[in-house]
Each structure stands twice: as C-alpha cells, then as structure tokens.
C-alpha cells in the first residue's frame, strides 16, 4: 500500500501547477501517490498539458464536475490508496523535507490524526516572506478544541492526516467553499482525534493580488458559518458553547467594521455608521462608539485619523 496519498485539487491553476507539482516530487520522502483532481476547470487543456510534462509513475489524474474545492479533495479521498492523506492546494509549493519532518512528527506524537506545518507566504501580497505563525494565532504542539474556538489557535492548511480519521468524520463538508479546514479541524476536535502542530516551515503559501480585506471579510463570514453549522454538537458544554457563541460574534463584527472603514474611505459615510452599528450590536467596543460619535461631527477628519494610526502602527 503507498503510505501517502497527495491530494490536489485543480481549478484554473494551470499556470501554478507545475511548480507545485515538482514541489512535490522533490520530496526527500518518496512512498507517496500524487493525485491530481481537475475541478471542472476552464483550463483543462492547458491543465492536461503540463500534467503531460510529468512523467512520474506516482501522478494520477481524475476529473469531475466542478463541485468547489471540498468536493475535489473528498473524490481524490475516495480514490487515494495510502494510510495517510496529504492535501496541497495546487498554487502552494511544499519545501522538500515537508512529507518526511510531517511523518516524523506524527509518530512522535502516536496517536495524532493530523499534523499541520508552519509555512512562508510568497506571491503579490505585501505579507510575502512572512512565516504563517507571524500572522495566525498559532503556537506549535497540540491543538485544543477550547484555543480553536476562542481563536487563540488558528492552524494553517496544508495537513498529512490519518486516512482513517478524516473518513470517519465524513470527509470535507462540500457546502463550505472557504473555511474547509476549519471545519475539518474542528470536526476532528469534537471526534476526539488530536491535531498537532509543525513549528517547522514546511510550505509556502501563495498569497494572489487579490484585495486583502475582500478574502478576509469572505474568510471571516465563512467560519462564522462554520460555528453556526457546528452549534447543536457544542450544546452539551455551556463553556465550549459559550466560546462558539463569542468567536462566531467576534468574526461577524470583524466583517462589520472592515465594511465601515470601506465606506468612510468611499465617503458613503450613512454606510459606515450603519456598519459600525451593527458591530456594537455584535460586540460593543469603546473605539466604535468614539468613531460613531466622531462621524456625526466630521467624517473627513474621522478618516484622517483613522489614516494616520495606520500609519504609525506600520512603522513599528
């Protein structure tokens, strides 16, 4: 049996694949298979092309209607053959002792049902050559449910996983397009099965020139839908249930005031107070409440020194 199966979802990647693909068969660990499952992609024939360059026996290929990135991973999951299941966005590159120090590490651990590698960010983003535990709360050794829910740990993607355990929780809820791996996590969390930690950067993440705070809001409105879908398994602990309860609202005024700040920049000032509003709801803050009385008096100078702070803060 191959030890490792290599999950990789494809969809418009074609331009990144190859590179993660050699990331992958670079590895000082090689008893693994790479799967490759095409998404539906618009690309497919510039997909197909640069698979074709990869000649390694290992590679195998499927395609399937596009169903979102949960649903490719649990097809590639249905077709693996290996005891442990690694997953790969297809623009990520892993560094080349990535399998061997993750397995390394799980048997250290014995009886861990995933290992998640500290990584570096690259690509058009002003976060590039930051390691990941720079920006995510997330401190090495094992995971707890209560620091997960409490937001004190955030795991990055990029797992090896026991087989076994992701199918006994069903595998990637196909409803989430973002905030999969959160999801999964927490699952396995609430399963019993322990999540450890990398310190070492394995990985790195692609970050695209997307805007920032548009993926965060996106990011922030999808986990906070996460927590929804997972309230009824929390009921049974009033403390775990408390915790879901006030990150849930923690994320949804994150979104609040990331689309005041938006509108007091475009000047739709009405815009802003409704937004900052609807965050003190959430979870009231001192700062809000000085920026909802510094609105009605003047937005102009609000945004100057909104603007300002900024910039202070970015020069530390």
Not at 135 to 145: D, H
Not at 274 to 289: C, F, K, N, T, V
């Amino acid at each position: 049996m191959t030890l490792v199966s290599v999950i990789v979802p494809a969809y418009n990647v074609a331009e990144y694949i190859g590179e993660t693909l050699d990331s992958i068969f670079a590895q000082s660990f090689r008893d693994f298979e790479a799967i490759v499952v095409n998404d539906g992609s618009p690309d497919t024939v510039a997909l197909e092309s640069v698979l074709a360059s990869h000649s390694d026996p290992r590679l195998r290929y499927l395609q399937k209607p596009n169903g979102g990135p949960s649903s490719a991973r649990n097809t590639g999951i249905a077709a693996a053959r290996g005891e442990w299941l690694a997953f790969l966005d297809a623009d990520d590159l892993w560094l080349p002792n990535c399998l061997a120090s993750q397995l390394a590490l799980l048997e250290r651990e014995g009886t861990a049902a995933a290992a998640v590698p500290d990584g570096f960010v690259f690509g058009d983003s002003p976060l590039a050559g930051k390691r990941l535990s720079e920006i995510k709360e997330c401190q090495p050794g094992l995971v707890t449910l209560t620091e997960m829910l409490a937001g004190r740990s955030s795991p990055p993607y990029c797992c090896v996983a026991k087989r076994a355990a992701i199918e006994r929780i069903g595998g990637f809820d196909e409803s989430f397009k973002r905030s999969e791996d959160y999801d999964l996590y927490l699952r396995l969390l609430l399963a019993g099965e322990r999540i450890v930690v990398n310190p070492e950067p394995l990985y790195r993440y692609r970050r695209r020139a997307d805007s920032l705070s548009a993926e965060g809001i996106k990011l922030a409105r999808s986990a906070a839908r996460v927590l929804e879908k997972l309230e009824a398994r929390f009921a049974s602990d009033a403390e775990l249930a408390r915790l879901a309860r006030d990150r849930r609202s923690d994320l949804l005024a994150t979104v609040e005031f990331t689309l005041g700040r938006q509108a007091l920049e475009e000047g739709r000032w009405l815009e802003a107070r409704d937004y900052w509003r609807a965050h003190q709801q959430l979870r009231p803050s001192g700062r809000i409440a000085f920026a909802l009385a510094a609105i009605r008096i003047s937005p102009r100078l609000l945004l100057a020194l909104i603007k300002a702070r900024s910039r202070i803060a970015g020069a530390r």
